[in-house]
């Protein structure tokens, strides 16, 4: 299989942050958290989110579409619409047996599985709704950006717990890679504020408890951090083949010039504390990519704001840089939407490079003494950035990077 560049020619984004890629960008550009008290979360132990704002499926989408969809599969296709949109691309033209969707989901969408369970409670099983299953199967947002879009190439999702929705561009990349496809719609789709997420999470002392400063929950490296934001979101880049591009004038945003995957074998949910498996991850996109450690100018770190996930990932880095570049984590101000975390992450990447400018980290106020890290905090920061890597990692050792490169 060659290790050829793929061209991105498209983003799509529905986050927290707002709603579309510029919006998004913008935002993120300013480093406010979106944290805050969420009313479908009131009564528990963990009663905040980060929420997009707006989302209204129904407007955007249609009564028909909506009732067949969760939440996941909402935002994904507003999301995959902009991405093809953005790609100047028109699925009335395109060769649809040539054009496929890879999507990274980690677990059954739950946001509207509790009103199901309470009719199946109560007895009454006439009426819980047909659509129930269907729009919860994690495999049906890409079906339903498929059929949304007309896309007759390979659909399916990737499920690596949080590094889905990087795993998902991985595979998109190997697909173009060996000839199957000439364009791939792919990222990441997921919703994590549910009850039950919040009740699963909180229980394993996983998620953080500063209800008193929602905003200020989410602060990876920080010395005061103790846990992660329930988020969600979307994130959909077009990629494709570089002279199928080329061929049809598109402009290219950036490169996915490398990636790869590991696995730490060590623990169900904790990682490797040496960061061993995720440096090993690291190694192995940057020489995909055909570069060194040298010519990395930025990391989009997975930054989780879990005590041990944030010391994990810095002892990997310091592992394969030495002195690792300068370090932003999104997940401060939009909170961890899980599968779809790394997918949003990328795409945050490729406006780095193509605005040549990082995002700040949110509430990074004392780092942690135990973790060396050069952490954009407060501004964003110009910088000459022509290669950057965003790194994800998930339950059960799951590990994932990209290298993205300047157009």
């Known amino acids: ?64 579409m909506c009732m067949r969809l969760d939440r996941f599969g909402q935002m994904a296709v507003i999301a995959a619409r902009e991405a093809v949109a953005h790609a100047s691309l028109d699925s009335a033209d395109w060769d649809a047996a040539r054009v496929g969707v890879v999507l990274g989901v980690g677990a059954n969408s739950l946001s509207t599985y509790p009103a199901e369970f309470g009719r199946l409670r109560d007895g009454r099983t006439d009426k819980v709704s047909p659509f129930a299953l269907p729009r919860s199967v994690p495999n049906m947002v890409a079906g339903a950006v498929s059929l949304d879009l007309g896309a007759k190439g390979p659909s399916f999702t990737t499920s690596s717990a949080c590094a889905s929705g990087t795993t998902a561009l991985a595979v998109a990349c190997d697909l173009l890679r060996g000839g199957a496809c000439d364009i791939v719609i792919s990222g990441g789709s997921e919703s994590a504020n549910s009850v039950m997420c919040s009740v699963t999470f909180g229980q394993m002392q996983a998620l953080s408890k500063r209800r008193h400063d929602p905003a200020g929950a989410s602060r990876p490296f920080d010395a005061d951090r103790d846990g992660f934001v329930l ?50 991850a690291v190694r192995s996109a940057l020489a995909d990519a055909s570069l060194t450690p040298r010519d990395i100018g930025h990391v989009n770190a997975h930054g989780t704001s879990t005590e041990l996930n944030d010391r994990t990932e810095a002892r990997a880095l310091h592992q394969v840089f030495g002195a690792p570049p300068p370090v932003t984590a999104n997940k401060s101000v939009i909170g961890h939407s899980m599968g779809a975390a790394g997918a949003i992450e990328a795409a945050l990447t490729v406006l780095t490079l193509q605005h040549q400018l990082i995002p700040p980290t949110a509430n990074l106020d004392r780092m942690d003494p135990l973790i060396d890290l050069d952490v954009v905090t407060k501004l964003p920061r110009p910088a000459r950035i022509d290669a950057a890597l965003t790194v994800s990692s998930g339950f059960g050792g799951q590990n994932a990077a990209l290298v993205l490169t300047r157009a």
């Open 1 to 64: 299989m060659s290790s050829q560049q793929i061209a991105v020619t498209g983003l799509g984004m529905v986050t927290p942050a707002g709603m579309g890629t510029a919006a998004t960008w913008e935002h993120m550009c300013t480093g406010v958290p979106t944290a805050e008290s969420d009313p479908e979360l009131t009564g528990l132990a963990v009663d905040f989110s980060c929420r997009v704002p707006d989302l209204d499926g129904r407007r955007r989408l249609g009564g028909r």
């Open 231 to 280: 988020g969600e979101g979307a994130g959909i880049l077009v990629l494709e083949r570089t002279s199928h591009a080329r061929a049809r004038g598109a402009r290219t945003l950036a490169y996915l010039s490398g990636h790869a995957s590991s696995c730490d074998a060590y623990h169900y949910t904790s990682p490797d504390p040496q960061g061993n498996g995720l440096a090993q």
